[in-house]
C-alpha cells in the first residue's frame, strides 16, 4: 500500500491483540544467533528493523515488554505468546520480527550475528557475512556496552 510514494506495512501477533504499522523503509534481515533469542524463541531469531518515528502501535491490549537485560527490552503479546519486537533503550529504532509482518513483504537477507553462540544442532550454510557478535563490538558482553571503533 503506498501513501505519498511512502511504504506502509502492517503486522500483528497470532490473535490480533497487538496490531502495528511501519510507515517507511524495513532493514533487511539479520538472524541473531545469541544465546537471549535462543531462550525467547526456542531457535535463533529473524529481525528487520524500522525508525521508531515510522512504528505506530494501532492495538496493544496485550503487548508486555520484558526486559531482558540492562539496555533492551522484547515485547511479546501476553495472549497469544508471539514474540514480536526487539528494542535498545539507546537507539531510535525498533527490531521486528518479520514473521508478524502481513502479506509476507519482500526483504533481503543480510547477515548472521553471535555466530559464536550457535548450538550444536544446526549450521549455516548460507553466504551471508557471519559475525561472532554484533558487528563492531568485541564480544558478547560489548553489545550493550562500548563499541569497538576501528
Not at 533469542?37 to 526456542?42: H, M, P, T, V
Not at 543480510?110 to 550475528?113: A, Q, Y
Not at 550457535?118 to 548460507?126: C, V
Given at each position: 500500500m503506498l501513501m505519498n510514494d511512502e511504504q506502509i506495512y502492517s503486522g500483528s501477533c497470532a490473535c490480533g491483540n497487538v496490531t502495528y504499522n511501519v510507515k517507511g523503509q524495513l532493514s533487511g534481515v539479520t538472524y541473531c544467533h545469541c544465546?537471549?533469542?535462543?531462550?525467547?524463541?526456542?531457535?535463533?531469531?529473524a529481525s528487520t528493523s524500522a525508525n521508531i518515528s515510522d512504528f505506530e502501535l494501532i492495538s496493544d491490549s496485550?503487548?508486555?515488554w520484558y526486559q531482558s537485560s540492562k539496555n533492551a527490552k522484547r515485547g511479546f503479546c501476553s495472549n497469544c505468546g508471539s514474540n514480536l519486537f526487539w528494542k535498545l533503550s539507546v537507539e531510535d529504532e525498533i527490531g521486528i520480527w518479520p514473521g508478524s509482518l502481513d502479506n509476507s513483504p519482500i526483504l533481503k537477507s543480510?547477515?548472521?550475528?553471535f555466530c559464536s553462540s550457535?548450538?550444536?544442532?544446526?549450521?549455516?550454510?548460507?553466504d551471508l557475512p557471519k559475525h561472532e557478535f554484533f558487528p563492531g563490538y568485541e564480544n558478547e558482553s560489548d553489545i550493550y556496552g562500548i563499541k569497538n571503533e576501528e
Open positions: 544465546i537471549q533469542c535462543q531462550k525467547a524463541s526456542g531457535h535463533y531469531v496485550s503487548l508486555k543480510i547477515e548472521h550475528i550457535i548450538p550444536s544442532y544446526y549450521e549455516i550454510r548460507d
